[in-house]
C-alpha cells in the first residue's frame, strides 16, 4: 500500500467535515427563506390584492377596447395608403414623374405612411400593456391562491426544528474538527518526515539527471579544454567533477530512501488505523497484567493503568477464579483494591476468564480486549475474527500498550 493510500483516512474526514459544512449552510438557507415567506405571509393583505386585479380588469377591459379600435384605424389608413402608393408611377417616367399631380400623390403616400407607422406604434404599446395587465392579474390570483394554500403552522413548526438541526449539524463538525486536529497532531511528526524523505529523494533523481548531461556532453566534447569547462561545471554543482562519482553516490542514498520511505509509509498508516480506531468498552484480562515476566506483582500494573486511563474508555476488568486465592481476599476485595468507578468481574472458582471476556466483548462491536493470549481456539467470536484484541508488555517496571497509546511506571 502507498502512502496515498495511508492517507485516505484523513481525506475521509476532511471530506465529511465539509460535507457537514455544506449541509449546515443550506438548511440556514432554508431557515431564511422560511422566516421571510411567513414573514410575508403574515404581511399579505387579500382584500388589497383583490382591489389590485379588480382595478387591473378595468384596466383591461379599456385597453381591449382601445386596441379594437386601433386596429379598425391601423387597417383604414393601410388601405388608403396601399391606394395611394397604386396610383404613383416609376421615376422612369420623367415627363410623368415631375407632374404637380405625382408630386402631390407623392406627398400624400409620405403622411399616410407616417400615420400608419405611428399608429401601429400605438397599437403595439396598448397590446403590451394589456400583455402586463393580464399577467399582472393572473400574478395577484397566484398569491392569493398561495396565500389560501399556505400552511403557517407547518411552516412554523419546520423553522422551529430548522435551529436543532443546524447546531447539531455544527456540533457534530466541531466534534470531528476536533478529532481531525487531534489525529493530524499525532501523526504530523511521521508525515513531516516522510515529505522530507520524498523531497529529499525528488532532489536526487534530479541531480542525477543532471550528472547524466554532464557525463553525456562530457562524451561527445570536442577537446579536452571542453571537457575541463564541464568537470569544472560539475565541481562547482556538486562538489565533485566527476559526475559518475555524483551518479553513485546518489544512487546509493536512493536506495537507502527507497528502503525506508514505504516503512515510515506502513508506519503512518498503523498510526492512522490506531487513531481511527472508536474504543466504547475495553475489557481487561485481568489476570495476564498481574504478571511481569514469569514474576506474580498482584495489582499494581492495574492499578497504574486504571489512573492513566481515567475515563477515557467504559472499562471492565476480567478475573480468573484463582485471583482470590493469589490475592488472599475475596471477590468483594478484589473490587475494592480497582475502586468502584471500575466494572471488576472474577470468573467463578477453578474457571478461566477467558470465555467471559469473549463473550462480553462480542456484544458490542466497539468493544476490545486487552490480553496477550491469543484465544487461538477461540476463532468463531467475532473480537477475535475482527482482529480487536490489544498487546501489553509489563517490562522494567513499566506497562506498555501501544494501541491505547499508554506507558505507565508500575
Known amino acids: 500500500m502507498n502512502s496515498i493510500d495511508a492517507l485516505e483516512p484523513l481525506r475521509r474526514r476532511r471530506s465529511r467535515l465539509e ?20 414573514a410575508d405571509y403574515k404581511a399579505f393583505q387579500p382584500e388589497i390584492e383583490k382591489d389590485k386585479i379588480a382595478n387591473l380588469e378595468v384596466t383591461a377591459t379599456d385597453l381591449s ?50 400615420k400608419l407607422s405611428s399608429a401601429k406604434q400605438k397599437l403595439s404599446t396598448k397590446k403590451e400593456a394589456l400583455f402586463k395587465a393580464r399577467a399582472d392579474i393572473s400574478a395577484a390570483k397566484k398569491r392569493i391562491l398561495d396565500h389560501a394554500q399556505f400552511d403557517l403552522n407547518e411552516s412554523e413548526q419546520r423553522l422551529l426544528s430548522l435551529g436543532p438541526e443546524i447546531e447539531r449539524l455544527k456540533a457534530a463538525r466541531a466534534t470531528d474538527n476536533a478529532e481531525l486536529v487531534r489525529i493530524e497532531t499525532k501523526i504530523r511528526p511521521h508525515t513531516q518526515e516522510l515529505d522530507r524523505l520524498k523531497s529529499e529523494l525528488a532532489t536526487l533523481s534530479a541531480d542525477i539527471a543532471r550528472a547524466d548531461r554532464f557525463e553525456q556532453e562530457l562524451s561527445s566534447a570536442p577537446n579536452s579544454y571542453e571537457r575541463a569547462m564541464i568537470h569544472e561545471e560539475c565541481e562547482e554543482k556538486f562538489g565533485t567533477g566527476s559526475p559518475k562519482q555524483v551518479i553513485n553516490a546518489r544512487r546509493r542514498k536512493i536506495r537507502s530512501l527507497e528502503n525506508n520511505i514505504p516503512k515510515l509509509e506502513r508506519r503512518v498508516r498503523d498510526e492512522l488505523q490506531k487513531l481511527e480506531r472508536t474504543i466504547g468498552h475495553l475489557l481487561i484480562d485481568g489476570n495476564n497484567v498481574c504478571y511481569e515476566g514469569q514474576s506474580f506483582i498482584g495489582l499494581r500494573a492495574i492499578s497504574a493503568l486504571l489512573r492513566e486511563l481515567g475515563d477515557r474508555y467504559k472499562t471492565t476488568v476480567v478475573f480468573d477464579g484463582s485471583i482470590r486465592a493469589m490475592l488472599k ?82
Not at 23 to 30: S, V
Not at 83 to 100: D, E, R
Request: hydrophobic share 40%; no cysteine.
Open 19 to 38: 460535507s457537514l459544512a455544506d449541509h449546515a449552510k443550506a438548511l440556514e438557507r432554508r431557515r431564511n427563506e422560511l422566516q421571510r415567506t411567513i
Open 65 to 114: 377596447r382601445q386596441i379594437a379600435n386601433q386596429e379598425v384605424n391601423t387597417a383604414n389608413l393601410d388601405h388608403r395608403l396601399q391606394g395611394v402608393n397604386a396610383a404613383k408611377v416609376s421615376p422612369l417616367l420623367v415627363w410623368v414623374y415631375f407632374t404637380a399631380a405625382q408630386k402631390q400623390i407623392r406627398s400624400e403616400a409620405s403622411l399616410l405612411a407616417g
Open 329 to 410: 481476599t475475596d471477590t468483594q476485595g478484589v473490587e475494592r483494591a480497582l475502586g468502584a468507578s471500575v466494572n471488576t468481574h472474577v470468573a467463578p472458582s477453578k474457571t478461566a476468564a477467558d470465555e467471559y471476556l469473549l463473550k462480553l466483548a462480542d456484544q458490542d462491536n466497539s468493544a476490545y480486549i486487552l490480553s496477550n493470549d491469543r484465544f487461538a481456539e477461540y476463532g468463531d467470536y467475532n473480537v477475535v475474527k475482527s482482529d480487536r484484541v490489544f498487546r501489553f508488555l509489563i517490562a522494567d517496571g513499566k506497562f506498555m500498550a501501544n494501541d491505547i497509546d499508554i506507558s505507565v511506571n508500575v
